[in-house]
């Protein structure tokens, strides 16, 4: 069984601001200052909105909160060639995602690196 490793792009930038949950306390992402306004980051590391309040920052990473993460996604592999594959651990450090095996107890677990954050031509939700 392999692990595949990609270059490391920059890490979070030091002004983002951490938001977490009201509720259960669960980081949903940052909000990082643009001008007078704020960009919402998810936990992927992607802008989820052009600068806007600090309001509508919040609520856009609470309405998004965390279950995104559980869905299928694709990693395009260095041969170029897509493999459906699921978010494993999800950190500031990188991310971990591993080749779907569909539930299977017995498949061998292959698992794969991708950097913080993560670039939108390496890893995608999987079209449906």
Known sequence: MGT??????ERMEPDWIEHRRADDGERVGWMKPVGDGFVA???LGRPRTDAVDWMHAEETLDALGIGYL???YELRLENGDWLRVRIAEVSTS???????DYGDMTAP???YSVPFPAPEDLIRPLAR
């Open 94 to 100: 990188g991310i971990r995602v591993k080749k779907d």
């Open 4 to 9: 595949g490793t990609f270059a490391t792009l």
């Open 109 to 111: 677990q292959i698992s």
């Open 70 to 72: 559980a869905n299928p």
């Open 41 to 43: 980051i998810d936990l």
